[in-house]
């Protein structure tokens, strides 16, 4: 049993076209996920699994949608009960504790605004936030840097932040409130707001501090329609199962955990599976996937990337039935190297903080390994020359939304508090995504990189990534960034950062037979004129490459 069919016209496509020009996402009035999907499970099919979760203590709760519903009807009347009311903003730093998925869905009940966050939030940055969101609470894991900068940044903003909450921990330190506690001694049912006191489809719902390549992070404000957009995401590109198993790679502090960890798979019917672990290890995941059954992954390409490094026949990956990828764009070889060791093909798929998943190869497109694929239905998208032109098949340009008809089932509403902001990325009907690309004559998308990203080198222009692919076809390469250098006569120069495979020396000799290779497979102008060797590359916990810290150590 799963409620799709209640959010859209139609379930079941003959073909791509088939799905992009009829499917529609219907926004029922006064939309509220955790009522309108998570409490009519919980009424129709209470023993249905919702989150499987565990950590690396071999701990594990599995959660039915009855006890989904029981503790987040606990979590509202408790978080009432502290003074959170309508609109209030209330900051998750949960890591990937299960109380996140509890707690967000508490806070959609009454309507207040979840404010996820990184636990690798430093004293300048929680300042920030607290300042710019106007956060009243804080329900964080039980981290003694954490909570100490928390009660500095407290300090620091005066009486903006007047709840500080702890989870995990029955003796909290002075100031802080024990989470756990106050839900347990909460009441088990929680009555849906109604008249003024409940949030429209339209109110803000989320808050995600999403940083660039420059300048401070931006808000981008999600509303309570928000997760019907992740239809697309789910039930389209992800394909999960009804009462299957989704596991995406991803903490819960980033955008990335709501598109594959909760509104599009529960609206499916497919649990969710959270593995809190403390330091990625490919083999210890590759089994927690066997012990528990994971029917349906999705991971950026930087842990396909390890996985494949394993013996795959050594694990039983029966349950597997698809595999999707996005984040960056996937190297041809471990496309390759992930068909041959599982039989499975590599779905690649593209969005931002501010959309869902807006093009991807869906199931009905044939994969071409590198390509984002095509566009999502309700999403206009096209390739766009700097003065507003239409690029043609091969021309490079900004991946823009045309949103004059209506924006599209899922896409934000606004950078919050800065029109400033909104108004240059989102004007005359187009959003801007500041993300390049060109389209091949299939119309299938091909990423280039950040408009920051793009390294601009004697007049020439040179994505990232495409040197990143070839340089990945060596074997002595296990992992590599490619980014600008500046360069007195060039502007800028390629450089590459590379992780060696094991048994291969750093040296002179290996930074020519790389650069050689290079040269060989792609115009001579694009090859690394440096290459730095390290033992790692930096990278979100989601583990994408931040190719920003690179730059800024030169």
Known sequence: ??????????????????????????????????????????????????????????????????????????????????????????????????????????????????????????????????????????????????????????????????????????????????????????????????????????????????????????????????????????????????????????????????????????????????????????????????????????????????????????YDLSHLRYAVTAGEPLNPEVYERFRKQTGLRLMEGYGQTELVVTVATWPWNEPKPGSMGLPAPGYDVCILHPDGTPCDAGEEGEICVRTAGARPPGMFTAYHNDAELTARAWHDGIYHTGDMAWRDEDNYLWFIGRDDDIIKSSGYKIGPFEVESILMKHPAVLECAVTGTPDPVRGQAVKATIVLTDGYVAGDELKQELQHHVKKMTAPYKYPRFIEFVETLPKTISGKIRRVEIRAHG
């Open 1 to 314: 049993m799963n409620v799709l069919s209640r959010f859209v016209n139609r379930t079941t496509f003959e073909s791509y076209q088939d799905f992009h020009d009829h499917l529609r996402i219907e926004a029922p009035e006064a939309f509220n996920f955790a009522y309108d999907v998570v409490d009519v499970y919980a009424a129709e099919a209470p023993e249905k699994r919702a989150l499987v979760w565990c950590n690396d203590q071999d701990e594990e709760r599995v959660f039915t949608f009855a006890d989904i519903k029981r503790h987040s009807d606990k979590t509202a009347n408790a978080l009432r009960a502290m003074g959170i009311g309508k609109g209030d903003r209330a900051l998750l730093i949960l890591k990937g504790r299960y109380q996140f998925w509890i707690t967000l869905l508490a806070l959609h009940r009454i309507g207040a605004v979840a404010v996820p966050a990184t636990h690798m939030l430093t004293y300048a940055d929680l300042v920030y936030r607290i300042e710019q969101a106007n956060l009243k609470m804080v329900v964080c894991i039980p981290d003694e840097r954490l909570l100490t900068e928390l009660d500095r940044a407290q300090k620091k903003t005066g009486d903006i932040l007047t709840l500080k909450a702890v989870v995990d921990q029955a003796v909290p330190p002075d100031g802080w409130i024990d989470f756990d506690g106050a839900v347990e001694a909460a009441a088990s049912t929680f009555d849906r707001p109604v008249g003024d006191e409940g949030p429209t489809n339209h109110d803000l719902s989320l808050l995600y501090f999403s940083s660039g390549t420059t300048g401070l992070p931006k808000m981008v404000g999600h509303d309570f329609i928000y997760p019907l957009g992740h239809i697309l995401t789910a039930g389209f590109w992800q394909c999960v199962q009804d009462d299957g198993l989704h596991y995406t790679v991803a903490d819960t502090g980033w955008a990335k955990c709501v598109w594959g960890k909760i509104y599009g798979q529960w609206i499916c019917g497919s649990a969710v599976f959270a593995y809190d672990y403390e330091k990625f290890d490919a083999g210890v995941m590759l089994d927690k996937c066997v012990r528990y059954g994971v029917s349906t992954f999705c991971a950026p390409p930087t842990v396909y990337r390890l996985l494949i490094r394993k013996d795959l026949s050594m």
